[in-house]
């Protein structure tokens, strides 16, 4: 399983892309969760102060826009991003269909084949660049 992050600008350049490969995970939803919080965390490590993530999970996303406490089996990762949301008051995340994502997809699928963590700045892998030229998005795209 690859992990895929690709961070935009306001305008839609890309400012990171980071991939790198995810073993033990064994669910959907622990991936995505996952990624989202490698997102959030490489946001707080850039100095990111507004921020608006976008995922393609809708069951995470509502998830960590509650309010509420999560009781299931990635509830503690649900918690940290709820606490960092909360701390960088900024930032924002929404839901938006798989097919918005088509960047993050890219990248993931990329990132396969890595065995180890990769970053670009102002950067990202070949053809990453055009692919992303071409989409609309303004905000983190997320994606396992």
Request: proline content about 2%; overall charge negative; glycine content about 8%.
């Amino acid at each position: 399983m690859g992990l895929g992050v690709i961070i935009r600008d306001s305008i839609g350049s890309v400012q990171a892309v980071v991939t790198g490969p995810k073993d033990h995970i064994s669910s959907a939803a622990q991936a995505e969760s996952v990624i989202l919080l490698r997102a959030m965390d490489l946001c707080t490590e850039l100095g990111f102060n507004q921020v608006c993530f976008e995922g393609d999970a809708k069951a995470i996303v509502d998830a960590v826009n509650s309010k509420g406490e999560d009781n299931s089996w990635i509830g503690q990762m649900i918690k940290d991003m709820q606490l960092l949301m909360r701390r960088n008051q900024a930032w924002s995340l929404r839901f938006v269909q798989m097919t918005v994502n088509r960047v993050a997809h890219m990248v993931a699928k990329l990132a396969i084949r890595d065995s180890c963590e990769k970053a670009w700045l102002k950067d990202g892998p070949p053809g990453v660049l055009n692919v992303a030229l071409g989409e609309e998005v303004l905000c983190v795209l997320l994606h396992v």
